[in-house]
């Protein structure tokens, strides 16, 4: 058995700046979708903050009727029971941003 002479694989800066210029694209680029998904939500949807799950149910079991869907804040448990209430819902991501 014979021992070689080996050097430490070594990180080319230049292809590292090009996946770090790729990450910085992706991120930007799914941010703007994010971005465009909650302009349409904020304007097709009524807000409710807190009282999502109240006003989920409310809707759901007394058949009230609103003019738009609603859109607030829920833990993963009230939307794990509202699932097994057969209450559809649907987690979406949220940027806060100062242009939002």
């Not at 590292?16 to 992706?26: A, G, I, M, Q």
């Not at 680029?29 to 807000?47: A, C, L, P, R, T």
């Not at 999502?52 to 058949?63: C, G, K, L, Q, W």
């Not at 448990?77 to 987690?91: P, S």
């Amino acid at each position: 058995m014979e021992k070689n002479l080996m050097a430490p694989k070594l990180i080319n800066k230049t292809l590292s700046h090009n996946n770090e210029k790729k990450d910085l694209l992706k991120y930007q680029k799914i941010k703007k979708k994010i971005n465009e998904y909650q302009k349409f939500i904020k304007s097709n949807f009524d807000y409710v903050g807190e009282n999502f799950t109240y006003e989920a149910r409310s809707i759901h079991y007394n058949n009230k009727k609103r003019d738009k869907g609603i859109y607030g804040t829920a833990s993963y448990k009230d939307l794990k029971e509202l699932k097994e209430e057969g209450i559809d819902t649907q987690l979406i991501p949220w940027v806060k941003s100062e242009n939002n």
